[in-house]
C-alpha cells in the first residue's frame, strides 16, 4: 500500500472511528463498510473534516447481492455505494451501506450533504427500489411512470413483465404482456484466485 493511501487509511479510522463497520483496501482503493444509519454523519464527516475534504460525490449506485458468489453470500441483499473525490487533496474513497430491511430497503438522502445525490438517488430507486428517507422528489428517472417493478434487482425477469408498441389501428401507444419466449444467452463469467475467463452455458 502506498504512504498516500496509509495516511487516508489512518485519516479515516481517527475520523470514522466506531461508525465505519470495516475498512478495507484492495487494488489501491480503499473502501469503507458503514450502516446505513450512519450514512448521514458519516458522508458529512467526510465531506468536512480536515485530511479528508470530500466534496464531490462523483457517482451513487444501488447494488443487489441477493446471487453473489453464486448465491452463498449471507449479509444483507441490497446496499448503496457512495463514490468520494476530494478535488482539493486529489484522493478518493468509496463508501458501502448496507440497507437493513430487505423487504423495503431504506437509508437517509444525501441531497443535503451533495446536491448531485439528487438524481443518483432517484437511479437508484427506480432501478433497485431502495428508498432514501427525506429526497425532496424521489419518483422514477429512467424507466416509464407506469412501470412495474425494479428492472436492476436479481429476481427481475431479464425479458420484463410487459412490453409496449404503437398500436396504429388505436393511434396510440398500448402495453401488453411479454410475448417474447423466455431464454437465458448470457455468458456466465467465472473469476477465480487470479484466473479470469468466461464459461458459455
Known amino acids: 500500500m502506498s504512504s498516500r493511501l496509509e ?5 479515516l479510522a ?15 482503493e480503499l473502501t469503507i463498510e458503514i450502516a446505513a444509519a450512519d450514512a448521514v454523519e458519516v458522508c458529512r464527516t467526510l ?6 475534504q470530500f466534496e464531490q460525490l462523483t457517482d451513487l449506485c444501488g447494488v443487489d447481492y441477493s446471487d453473489y458468489k453464486e448465491g452463498a453470500w449471507q449479509g444483507k441483499r441490497y446496499a448503496v455505494v457512495y463514490h468520494l473525490l476530494s478535488v482539493a487533496l486529489n484522493q478518493r474513497v468509496r463508501v458501502k451501506a448496507f440497507v437493513e ?11 443535503g450533504i451533495w446536491p448531485s445525490a439528487n438524481w443518483y438517488e432517484r437511479e437508484a430507486f427506480d432501478l433497485f427500489g431502495i428508498m432514501f428517507d ?20 436479481k429476481d427481475f425477469p431479464v ?17 401488453q404482456p411479454v410475448s417474447i419466449e ?3 444467452n448470457v455468458p456466465r463469467i467465472i ?6 475467463g468466461i464459461k458459455l452455458n
Open 159 to 175: 425479458i420484463g413483465n410487459v412490453e409496449m408498441r404503437y398500436d396504429p389501428d388505436q393511434k396510440r401507444v398500448v402495453y
Open 191 to 196: 473469476r477465480d484466485e487470479g484466473v479470469h
Open 101 to 111: 430491511d430487505d423487504e423495503f430497503p431504506v437509508i437517509p438522502t444525501a441531497v
Open 7 to 11: 495516511i487516508l487509511e489512518a485519516n
Open 134 to 153: 427525506g429526497h425532496p422528489d424521489l419518483r422514477r428517472i429512467l424507466t416509464d411512470y407506469g412501470f412495474v417493478g425494479h428492472p436492476f434487482r
Open 182 to 184: 423466455l431464454r437465458n
Open 47 to 52: 465531506r468536512d473534516r480536515a485530511g479528508l
Open 14 to 28: 481517527s475520523a470514522l472511528r466506531e461508525k465505519s463497520v470495516r475498512l478495507v483496501c484492495a487494488t489501491g
